[in-house]
């Protein structure tokens, strides 16, 4: 039984979209659509069923899932003791979702250049559901933002970039005081419940602003739609393009801001750790090479307010 196609199988659950299960383990998705296929054949059993857009495990995916985990996770430890200090295996990493598609590609096409015998196998998600599974061991590393509290002594890490945060509103809005916005207009929340919606709830309050808030929202991307149709403003980190494609909003600047901060974290010991360290250093690579030219980019339009 292959164990890519066992982690092909593991990525489409954990997604739910064979067009993100492709992206993800770069093959086209009828590359995915045979894989999944080659292991209903071999078990005997359909293993995916649809369920409106999104792919779903059927019972008997579900009775086999932790035991595919296993298995995919032991491949990567062989492959790991066997290949020592050479940089071959397989890679468990958590990606929170505006990394998928603003740094990760970049990461891949790197490891694809320069490490091409590194698997990865990704797993999307929230900082706050990610960070447990690299303190378990359930993934090898992380890229996540880090969190307002003492990481333990027990990971590792490095910082990637820093995101300020920044008014967001529709771009017919002339006032460009943010506290006045802030306190004026619908106000479109990023959720506390995430690490970065923290960091925003923590400035409004040291501010002391009230905002009137209408939502409160765990995607970026959906607040970023909402604003661009006048349902409200918003305070966000300038987070990697691309952003949704259609919108325009404006961006107002707040001097000395609050960062975001996202970075890779990974356990000190750990079997795999040769191979998680070169990992490391072509992530830090294409974060550097991002973020140089998102410094050369063209400012955004919209003139910079004052420091609140």
Not at 10 to 16: A, D, I, N
Not at 44 to 71: E, F, H, K, W, Y
Not at 198 to 223: G, K, M, N, W
Not at 228 to 255: E, F, H, N, Y
Request: charge should be positive; charged fraction near 20%; proline fraction near 8%.
């Amino acid at each position: 039984m292959e164990t890519r196609f066992l982690q092909t199988l593991l990525t489409v659950v954990e997604t739910g979209s064979l067009t993100q299960t492709a992206r993800l383990l770069n093959v086209t998705p009828s590359a995915v659509v045979q894989r999944i296929k080659a292991l209903e054949d071999e078990i005997g059993s359909p293993l995916i069923q649809r369920s409106g857009n999104a792919m779903g495990p059927t019972a008997a995916c579900a009775a086999i899932l932790a035991d595919a985990r296993l298995v995919v996770s032991a491949a990567g430890d062989i492959k790991a003791a066997a290949s020592g200090p050479l940089d071959v295996g397989l890679l468990r990493i958590g990606v929170i979702h505006t990394v998928l598609s603003g740094l990760l590609p970049d990461i891949l096409l790197a490891l694809k250049r320069d490490r091409p015998r590194i698997e990865l196998y990704i797993l999307p998600g929230t900082s706050t559901d990610l960070y447990p599974r690299v303190l378990d061991g359930t993934l090898d590393a992380v890229i996540a933002i880090k969190p307002n509290f003492n990481l333990p002594k027990t990971l590792d890490w490095l910082l990637l970039r820093q995101e300020p945060l920044l008014v967001i509103a529709p771009r017919w809005t002339t006032e460009h005081d943010p506290v006045v916005i802030l306190k004026n207009e619908p106000f479109i929340r990023y959720d506390r419940n995430h690490w970065g919606g923290r960091t925003v709830d923590q400035f409004l309050r040291a501010q002391r602003i009230r905002p009137r808030e209408q939502y409160e929202l765990d995607s970026l991307e959906a607040i970023t739609v909402l604003v661009d149709r006048g349902l409200g403003v918003s305070l966000i980190p300038d987070w990697l393009p691309p952003w949704p494609q259609g919108v325009a909003v404006r961006k107002i600047a707040i001097a000395d801001a609050p960062f975001r901060s996202i970075g890779l974290l990974w356990p000190k010991v750990s079997r795999r750790l040769p191979l998680i360290r070169a990992f490391a250093e072509e992530v830090a690579i294409a974060a550097t090479t991002k973020n140089q030219a998102m410094l050369r980019a063209p400012a955004a339009k919209g003139r910079p307010a004052r420091a609140i």
